[in-house]
């Protein structure tokens, strides 16, 4: 075994999207700093091992004006270039070479943070290191900074270093919150394993594993959509473990997942109900996605009513636009729907006292454990959301170790000039800062465009499922035309939507 220590101004524990984000932000600002990762890619419960897809402020499409800018802007943008047809292993790469760009970032890959350094009363604890085993390699690696972050998602850093955290739903009454429950209790959103299929061309058999559950015995055929075709995120509901804890049961909880998922496949092959002769299995997934954990708590605990009443903090650093989207405890195997969901009138704010320790002085945290209620929670966990946190909380983690103070002493003002410098959205914040040449900048055209028309199409577009278009309009729409073929009698229902 090799003993080492690290030094970096700032230690990033957690590889998803909000940590690499945070990575990217403070090193951009001239900090060093250390990105740990437990598993051996990036991305999180976006990355390949996972597969689940990056949704954030659009949420369903319903705020079309609000996808994402800064740091994952940059991903998104970088990745409809490289990756058009959605490949998870691209995906992967375009994350690593993001993260891999930045000289100041060292990564650790495969390191697994089990051990914490930490001192002072419980109203003032500050951690002054972490130890990480690097698996595979036999290096056993110490990790000393001013400034750490927890980004693991399951809060496992705070928990270690004393800071304050909730687990489970908070009473009605606690947050006067409708869609909280009258009693507390240690219920969580469950986790969910992936498959996908493809044709493989010619007859295939599919033989059932031993564990595979025989799911016509279960109520899962009947409250559920399946189909032969779908795959991938279409089975979100395969979601298990609400009533369990989704850490220390994480084993148990990814058994009835495969169980679960081997048992739809052997309905969709053999019941002779689908059309799946040619269908084989491609990829299952092996570590459960998880969905909640710890939260910690903050100087603020974002709530039900900052969400749907779109409070407009302060000190505003990031903004979401999720619907609350919750789930039954039951998860895949509850008689009611496998989710609800209540949106905001748009975008709502998330403020940068929910993002740093309330007694762990040295501590940000940032993606699905920030400080939030659980019912606020349903919508900040969406990982496009959780990496607009990252990008704020590595900021002010730059400007602490910069300045040499804690997270709670930091300017606001200053945060908010670093952000905007870096391309981050702050809603409703226009830059004050004299160095911005976009204050001076005037914008002209030299000619307007009146009407919007493809006079040639090149190709048929097939209804085979929904279809939309997102069309400017200024200062309104006078008119639509569509041109249609079809080879028989059909009905089309057109919806028009204003998302202003």
């Avoid at 220590?5 to 990575?23: I, K, M, W």
């Amino acid at each position: 075994m090799r003993n080492e220590t690290a030094r970096h101004d700032v230690t990033v524990v957690g590889g998803g999207l909000a940590g690499v984000c945070a990575a990217i932000a403070a090193a951009r600002l001239g900090r060093s700093v250390a990105l740990i990762n437990n598993r051996p890619v990036l991305g999180g419960n976006a990355s390949s091992e996972v597969r689940v897809w990056v949704c954030g402020a659009t949420g369903h499409g319903k705020n079309h004006h609000a996808r994402e800018g800064g740091i994952m802007g940059e991903l998104l943008v970088e990745n409809q270039f490289r990756n058009p047809d959605g490949n998870p292993y691209y995906w992967d790469a375009v994350v690593l070479d993001a993260v891999r760009a930045e000289p100041g970032i060292t990564l650790y890959l495969n390191t697994d943070v089990r051990e914490v350094d930490a001192e002072g009363p419980d109203e003032a604890r500050r951690i002054t290191s972490v130890t990480g085993w690097m698996m595979g390699s036999e290096r056993r690696i110490r990790f000393e900074s001013s400034l750490f972050l927890d980004c693991t998602g399951d809060g496992l850093i705070g928990h270690l270093a004393g800071a304050r955290h909730r687990i489970g739903r908070e009473s009605r009454a606690e947050y006067d919150e409708a869609w909280a429950p009258e009693t507390a209790d240690d219920i969580t959103l469950g986790s969910t394993l992936l498959f996908y299929t493809k044709d493989a061309g010619h007859p295939v058999k599919f033989v059932p594993p031993n564990f595979a559950k025989d799911i016509t015995r279960t109520s899962i055929p009947q409250r559920r959509i399946i189909k032969a075709g779908d795959n991938g995120c279409a089975y979100w509901w395969i979601e298990f473990g609400g009533e369990l804890d989704t850490v220390h049961d994480n084993e148990r909880i990814r058994d009835e997942l495969w169980s679960v998922i081997h048992g739809i496949w052997d309905h969709i092959k053999n019941s002779g109900e689908f059309d799946a002769a040619n269908m084989t299995l491609e990829w299952v997934g092996s570590v459960p996605g998880k969905r909640e954990y710890r939260r910690f708590l903050g100087d603020y605990v974002l709530h039900q009513g900052d969400i749907l009443g779109q409070t407009e903090f302060a000190d505003r650093v990031a903004f979401g636009g999720w619907s609350i989207d919750l789930h039954p405890p039951q998860g895949m195997f509850a008689t009611e729907a496998g989710a609800r969901q209540l949106y905001a009138d748009g975008i709502y704010h998330i403020p940068y006292r929910s993002l740093y320790s309330v007694n762990t002085e040295n501590l940000l945290f940032a993606g699905r454990n920030i400080s939030a209620s659980h019912v606020a929670f349903g919508s900040t966990r969406v990982m496009a959301t959780c990496a607009t946190i990252g990008q704020a909380a590595g900021t002010a983690a730059a400007l602490c170790a910069t300045g040499n103070v804690t997270p709670r002493e930091l300017p606001v003002p200053e945060l908010h000039r670093a952000l905007l410098r870096q391309d981050a959205s702050l809603i409703g914040l226009a830059s004050t800062d004299p160095e911005d040449l976009a204050l001076r900048a005037r914008a002209t055209a030299s000619s307007t465009l009146t009407g919007l028309a493809v006079e040639d199409s090149d190709e048929l577009w097939p209804l085979a499922a929904d279809a939309g278009l997102v069309l400017p309009a200024d200062p309104d729409l006078s008119g639509v035309e569509l041109l249609v073929d079809a080879d028989r009698d059909t009905e089309i229902v057109i919806d028009l939507y204003d998302p202003a």
